[in-house]
């Protein structure tokens, strides 16, 4: 069953830094883009970051430009998002999701999703 393995979340202070992994298990990742998404309760779903299968081709929501840097893998499969000077605002559970034919920060492109992993950013 094709699905996805996110980890890397917890809890750190502000300023801390956070690195979430996503690994695609029976199917490949690289063929489409592959992006981030958070979500808050009660709040839609924010796309933060995403990378093409050109790895040269990235963008970024404003809110975590300069912060935050996606990457990927294709050996391994994986995507990559490292997240620094992290702020409370940042506070979410973090999506990986693929299936857009570029890289896009709308939700509606993403046909495949991971199950997400919680960041807390707290003093």
């Known amino acids: 069953q094709s699905h996805f393995v996110e980890t890397g979340g917890g809890s750190v202070e502000p300023g801390g830094s956070l690195s979430l992994s996503c690994e695609a298990l029976?199917?490949?990742?690289?063929?489409?883009?592959v992006a981030w998404f958070r979500q808050v309760p009660g709040q839609q779903r924010e796309g933060v970051a995403c990378?093409?299968?050109?790895?040269?081709?990235?963008f970024y929501a404003e809110s975590v430009e300069g912060r935050f840097t996606i990457s990927r893998d294709h050996a391994k499969n994986t995507v990559y998002l490292q997240m620094n000077n992290l702020k409370s605002e940042d506070t979410a559970v973090y999506l990986c999701?693929?299936?857009?034919?570029?890289?896009?920060?709308?939700?509606?492109?993403?046909?495949?999703w991971g199950q997400g992993t919680q960041v807390t950013v707290s003093s």
């Open positions: 999701a693929t299936g857009a034919p570029w890289c896009d920060l709308r939700e509606i492109l993403y046909d495949t």
């Open positions: 029976g199917f490949t990742l690289t063929g489409p883009a």
């Open positions: 990378i093409g299968s050109n790895v040269a081709i990235k």
